[in-house]
């Protein structure tokens, strides 16, 4: 089986991998990169603990082959924290002790912040949708929809 | 496996033609990947698509319909506002299939390749009377969507053939259309029950309607007689009562785990006259 040369740019950086065609992004992501950030939870796109944005939309990794991102951009949890500072969403999620176990955390954070940015002002409706493909099977949801209507509070500039 | 990426239909369609063991296309990968993860299907060829120009694009065609690539994702027909205002049904049902992560790759053309007899947005497309471009080792022909599901997981695509293109009619004057389907929770579920209604008015009058039923049948269905039940109405109570008639007297669903037959029968007939109220509103021109 020959691999397949890939180049790509995660969280903004060239990047290059060799990757066999039957490789999801996922295991590209975590096994060619050492990007383990994202998580499988299901590996068939039903819970979200793998969750990318792969050239603006938000996306499974699991459901994408690793070949499928030459020439793209994909951004990860890695790309969320500037340095020391963590993104919004990410503290808003420790202040709200909006994760148990952690597992589906990095799935959440991305898919929060890819509805942020095209929608900074949701309503708790529009959240609850919105992430209805990310499974937690620890918190019950509620802290995490407090957690991503506070972060959106905060970076819309209102005080919380 | 191998992995290509043709950059014509013709050469997607010369490789298919000429591939000897297992072939699959791939759009968005929503059924695909997840069959070849289960052990499925092992593809010795897997021809993506993506990289063929007009795949990603949605595009007026002359004559003032629209021809949606076959890469396109839910996402992007729903953030396509003329698209929504002229097929809101269409768009809708494509919407209904998975979250937010499916609808960043699942496609029209997958949902209607996957054969399934549940497909959100197959009924939508039917009553809306679009057709698939075919592109093949034979040359290019078009085929009604009604026309495309032949069996769960069965298509009427010889080998070698792809959809290239999904191509929707001008919507015209005083037309509206809807999908609805019923499951027991509020998203992220399989049809129990789907229905499209598409109409339009003169006078205030139904003067055309199709009418479409999904996961009640083997395939995604055409129902004519419910149609024929609201033409030449205002869809008046008796009008509503003789389309849900025709609807349940239409299905010829299964028992399993998602519903009874009967149950099926039942809603099919409920989701036929709440479909056509919102598609006569929509005609109407309330925005609904």
Not at chain 2, 193 to 214: P, Q
Not at chain 2, 259 to 269: D, K, L, P
Request: aromatic share 4%; with cysteine; charged share 20%.
């Amino acid at each position: 089986m020959s691999k397949i040369h890939v180049t790509t740019k995660v969280n903004g950086d060239p990047v290059e991998f060799l990757a066999d065609p039957r490789e999801t992004l996922l295991d590209c992501l975590r096994d060619r990169l050492g990007l383990t950030g994202s998580k499988e939870g299901c590996g068939t796109g039903d819970c979200g603990a793998c969750s990318v944005i792969l050239d603006g939309r938000l996306v499974c990794s699991c459901l994408v082959l690793g070949v499928e991102a030459q020439g793209k951009a994909v951004e990860t949890i890695e790309g969320m924290a500037q340095g020391e500072d963590l993104h919004p969403l990410q503290r808003k999620f420790i202040e709200h002790a909006a994760l148990q176990c952690g597992f589906c955390t990095p799935g959440i954070l991305v898919a929060a912040k890819a509805l942020l940015e095209t929608n900074p002002d949701p309503t708790e409706t529009e959240v609850r949708y919105w992430l209805a493909g990310n499974l937690c099977r620890c918190t019950g949801y509620d802290k995490i929809i407090r957690a991503v209507m506070d972060a959106a509070a905060e970076l819309r500039g209102e005080a919380a | 496996m191998r992995y290509h990426t043709p950059q014509t239909f013709e050469d997607a369609a010369r490789i298919a033609a000429a591939a000897q063991g297992v072939t699959r296309f791939l759009a968005g990968g929503t059924d695909v990947l997840v069959q070849m993860r289960a052990g499925m299907v092992q593809p010795d060829d897997l021809i993506d698509l993506k990289h063929i120009p007009g795949t990603q694009d949605i595009a007026r065609t002359e004559d003032g319909g629209w021809r949606i690539g076959i890469a396109v994702p839910g996402i992007a027909l729903g953030g396509h506002e003329a698209l929504c205002a002229d097929w809101p049904g269409v768009v809708e049902g494509m919407e209904l299939v998975g979250s937010t992560q499916i609808q960043g790759r699942a496609t029209l053309a997958g949902n209607l390749c996957n054969g399934s007899p549940a497909a959100d947005s197959v009924p939508g497309l039917i009553t809306a009377g679009a057709v698939v471009e075919i592109t093949g080792p034979a040359g290019t022909r078009t085929l009604p969507v009604e026309d495309v599901p032949q069996g769960p997981g069965r298509t009427a695509l010889k080998p070698g053939e792809l959809v290239s293109a999904i191509i929707l009619p001008p919507r015209g004057d005083y037309g509206g259309d809807c999908y609805l389907r019923f499951i027991p929770r509020t998203e992220m579920d399989i049809a129990v029950v789907g229905c499209a209604v598409n109409l339009r008015l003169k006078g205030g009058v139904i003067a055309e309607a199709r009418v479409a039923l999904g996961a009640v049948a083997p395939t995604v269905m055409l129902v004519p007689e419910a149609a024929a039940a609201i033409v030449g109405t205002a869809l008046d109570a008796a009008a509503e009562e003789a389309l849900a008639q025709a609807a349940t007297a239409a299905a010829k669903p299964i028992s399993d785990k998602r519903g009874t037959a009967e149950f099926r029968r039942e809603v099919a007939g409920v989701l036929a006259k709440r479909a056509a109220r919102i598609a006569f509103a929509r005609a109407k021109g309330d925005t609904a």
